[in-house]
């Protein structure tokens, strides 16, 4: 079975640190994706990636930045964690190239709190 | 990128089918159309996606109408276990999109034992 995992279920951070959430998938996909999730506001895009050391701003970037150095790791930096950032983080992939109709696989989600 | 409507919640009965519409009425000639779900507590799941022909999976069929202005996603006999939010999602089929999905609100389906 493809596996996408997230480092953390559970994440507490007070209001300045520096995060970091880590989403590792085992089927070597070229394509990983970190959305968040918000009552009313559904999943939205964070960033995207569609190869090691490459990476594409998605819908709403600020405040983020991501990183990915392995093909199989992608993390989602919170440079200054802020009060506004507390949500769902949910990470993705898929097979890249020219099948673009493969389906996605998320993980279970970090859940964010910024005190 | 097209936008799909659908309702915001529907209710069925365990072991009864399921039809969840979606309107998706500025679809281009090459969008294809996804189906996710997102049980409770989790990150979503893919369920079924097709072009112009219906479509069957171990999961659901996907009905999608002649003018491809409307589908539907049909759980056969439905489950305590289907019970989640339902999103419709348009996928170009090319260009530089990598594969990103647009989530909408999606519905939320309550399934009765």
């Known amino acids: 079975d493809v596996k996408v995992t997230q480092s953390s279920r559970y994440l507490v951070k007070r209001t300045g640190e520096k995060v970091f959430l880590e989403c590792v998938q085992d089927?070597?996909?070229?394509?990983m994706f970190w959305y968040r999730q918000d009552p009313g506001l559904g999943l939205r895009l964070i960033y995207f990636s569609y190869d090691v050391k490459m990476k594409e701003k998605g819908d709403i970037p600020e405040g983020y930045s991501v990183s990915r150095e392995k093909k199989e790791r992608f993390s989602l930096i919170l440079e200054s964690a802020s009060t506004n950032q507390t949500s769902m983080y949910l990470c993705?992939?898929?097979?890249?190239?020219?099948?673009?109709?493969?389906?996605?696989?998320f993980g279970q989600g970090t859940r964010l709190t910024v005190v | 990128d097209a936008k799909t409507t659908q309702p915001n919640s529907m209710e069925s009965n365990e072991e009864e089918p399921v039809h969840l519409p979606c309107n998706h009425s500025?679809?281009?000639?090459?969008?294809?159309i996804h189906w996710y779900r997102q049980l409770p507590s989790q990150g979503p799941e893919y369920v079924i996606h097709g072009l112009t022909s219906n479509v069957n999976n171990r999961m659901a069929s996907l009905a999608i109408a002649e003018d491809r202005k409307s589908s539907t996603l049909i759980l056969h006999r439905a489950t305590l276990r289907d019970a989640a939010v339902y999103y419709c999602i348009l996928k170009p089929a090319g260009g530089t999109s990598y594969g990103k999905l647009t989530f909408g609100q999606g519905t939320i389906l309550t399934v009765h034992p």
């Open positions: 500025t679809i281009s000639g090459t969008d294809y």
């Open positions: 993705a992939s898929r097979t890249g190239g020219h099948l673009l109709n493969t389906e996605a696989f």
């Open positions: 089927m070597d996909h070229e394509n």
